[in-house]
């Protein structure tokens, strides 16, 4: 079985690769990119970056607050069965702690009612070890809610379920 490289893996048209190559041997592009490279891995550019997004949303009166998640846990799963994904469950204090009600159930059984807020990020694409494609979902939710399900088997289960579905 034949693997893809990389360079396949981005599919690009034929006029693309000769742009890109004969961008790349020319010296000044060579620097531009590089720097344009350092300049978007730096954090203190991200950090202002974002300044200048809460600052020009504000002037339109949007509240924009940036969340960083901080890793939980991750579950590994497909997309239909077929193509691999990893799930990150993730926590950030900007999302709202989970809260629950007594109340009843089927044939009047007392329970608890949950609820567990959570924000889901779009999925991304990224390449595995063989250069096989997967997707990667950040599910964020309030720290306390990772906090109970660390101790709490069941709770992590509802937790898990929901951030598959």
């Not at 339109?60 to 846990?73: I, T």
């Not at 497909?78 to 709202?96: A, F, M, T």
């Not at 990224?126 to 660390?150: C, N």
């Amino acid at each position: 079985m034949a693997t893809r490289s990389k360079l396949e893996d981005l599919d690009l048209t034929t006029e693309e690769v000769e742009r890109l190559s004969k961008a790349f041997k020319d010296e000044k592009f060579r620097e531009l990119f590089q720097a344009y490279a350092e300049e978007i891995s730096n954090p203190e550019n991200k950090k202002k970056y974002e300044e200048e997004i809460t600052l020009m949303e504000k002037e339109r009166g949007v509240d924009v607050k940036f969340v960083h998640p901080q890793p939980g846990h991750v579950l590994k799963t497909s997309l239909n069965g077929v193509q691999k994904c990893y799930i990150n469950v993730c926590s950030n204090e900007l999302i709202s702690k989970p809260s629950c009600e007594a109340g009843e159930g089927k044939g009047n059984q007392k329970g608890q009612y949950w609820s567990l807020p959570y924000s889901l990020a779009p999925g991304r694409e990224d390449l595995g070890k063989e250069g096989k494609k997967h997707m990667i979902y950040d599910v964020v939710f309030h720290p306390e809610t990772l906090y109970i399900a660390r101790r709490n088997q069941r709770f992590k289960q509802m937790v898990d379920s929901i951030a598959t579905e």
